[in-house]
């Protein structure tokens, strides 16, 4: 069955600090990994993509790898900042078009 | 650019009512998506467009959803008849490619919602 997990559901940690977010998957066949970033009352907003032969792109402070044989990934987060504070959203593409959304992890960043 | 346009931003309605979601995807973009986001299930994909033409509704809960986009700027989600557990928070996003297109082309673009609560 395809599924994508991430942890940990939710996260507290204080501003300046890193955390580093989960996302495994079971989806065949595998086209690309996204990762977005959801505020409050928001839209989801692209971080990264990559395809299979990308092992790590960065964004800013978040940088996401991805390891597609054990088929994990994971968002870095550097210094974190009060504004990092947001749900963070695994999604895997297989075939050409079908869609598989993680549950999301919730962040909050604290002073 | 304006980005993704969804409108109402809000919509609260009774059970049976028809109700109609708006959306006006990025000028250029030849994908258009809409998803059903709760807390239960999070973010559902429910159908998408390419140029104008419906290529997958498999997520469409049930016959009561439709969706039609008459061209490339608007597209429209209608709900007939609401129910309560339709209640969720719809995202428009658009795209200029596919899965398969390169790292910018597959950059998905969402709107702000529409928040529906169905009485």
């Known amino acids: 069955k395809n599924q994508v997990e991430q942890s940990p559901q939710s996260l507290i940690i204080l501003e300046g600090k890193n955390c580093t977010l989960q996302?495994?998957?079971?989806?065949?066949?595998?086209?690309?990994l996204r990762w977005y970033k959801q505020d409050t009352g928001r839209g989801p907003v692209s971080l990264t993509i990559?395809?299979?032969?990308?092992n790590t792109k960065s964004n800013g402070r978040y940088t996401a790898t991805l390891d597609a044989d054990t088929k994990q990934s994971s968002l870095h987060i550097t210094a974190s900042q009060l504004s990092d504070s947001a749900s963070y959203i695994c999604?895997?593409?297989?075939?050409?078009?079908?869609?598989?959304f993680g549950t999301g992890t919730r962040l909050q960043v604290f002073p | 650019d304006a980005g993704v346009i969804q409108s109402p931003r809000h919509e609260v309605t009774e059970m049976g009512q028809e109700v109609t979601l708006r959306c006006k995807p990025i000028?250029?973009?030849?994908?258009l998506f809409w998803y059903r986001q709760t807390m239960m299930r999070g973010l559902e994909l429910l159908i998408y467009f390419n140029n104008n033409v419906p290529i997958d509704d498999s997520g469409m809960p049930e016959d009561r959803f439709s969706a039609k986009m008459p061209n490339a700027s608007f597209s429209t989600l209608k709900i007939q008849p609401s129910e309560p557990r339709d209640s969720a928070v719809y995202f428009c996003a658009s795209s200029l490619g596919g899965s398969w297109a390169g790292d910018k082309a597959e950059t998905q673009y969402f709107g702000p919602g529409t928040r529906l609560l169905v009485l």
């Open positions: 000028s250029g973009h030849d994908y």
């Open positions: 996302c495994n998957y079971t989806v065949s066949p595998f086209s690309n």
């Open positions: 999604v895997v593409s297989y075939y050409t078009d079908k869609l598989i």
């Open positions: 990559m395809t299979f032969s990308e």
